[in-house]
């Protein structure tokens, strides 16, 4: 019985990537993604590579997550894997970000896995071995932005939405990993490095085929491991 993984945004990037590695590992793939046109062209691209089904979620829309979960519950009675990799940048930055941008950029990246995460739990609690893993980045840490966040990437002009976006994911991920210890379900953030994407605009170094591989081995890992937040090469790193 192969394990059964959500993953959000996975149309393309390193979502898309992070699908067909686990299809070739021989996992069972929701695909999900908001448009319907781009998530039924991906799934039906990596219809080879194994057992893959599009899912509609737009993280902005609550409505769109009970008829997925509902249709893998109805499919396959549990989920073993919520991969939260859904995200996207917004313009402005701490002196002038428009508060409707700003908003956007919360509910998309923050809240909007903050409750998929909530609702998707009955049907994780169904695994013997469930595992969430929040696609974070280097972005959402307190080290990024030392200085006032002038770095090699950003030019000095850090971008306020994503970076608080990414930090609030980093506090949910430690404070799901802690609430559902007992349990046994883990919880783990990770940055998947610079990768040639839009949420890089095209800058990255690294490829999506690249970033997806902490993805993967989380979503596959035994390892008791939780509430940690792991870099693109595996490496533990501080929030
Ligand atoms: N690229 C990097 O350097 C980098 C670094 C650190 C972390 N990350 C994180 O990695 C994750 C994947 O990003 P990526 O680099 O692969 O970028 P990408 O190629 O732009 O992919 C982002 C995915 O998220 C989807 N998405 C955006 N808004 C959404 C919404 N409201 N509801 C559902 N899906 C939505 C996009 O769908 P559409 O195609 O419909 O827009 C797309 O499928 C993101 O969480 C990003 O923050 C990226």
Redesign the pocket.
Known sequence: MSDVVLV?????????EAVRALLQKGLTVYL????NA?GEAATAELASDGQVHFVR????DEATFKPALDRIEAEQGRLDVLVN?????FPGNVLDIEPDVLRLCL???LH?PVRLTQLALPLLRKSQSARIVM?????GRFAFFEGGGGSKVLSGKPPYG?GLS?AGMNVATALFAGALKDEGIRVNAC??????????RFM?T?T?AQ?AEIIVDLATTQSEATGKFFDYDGSEISW
Do not use: C, H, M, W
């Open positions: 959000t945004g996975a149309n393309t990037g390193i979502g898309f999900a993604a908001r448009d781009k979620i737009d993280t902005t990799n859904a995200g996207a940048a509910e998309t990246n909007g696609v974070s980045s280097g972005a994503y990414k940055n998947p490095g610079y990768v040639n994407s839009l949420v890089s990255g690294r999506p970033g």
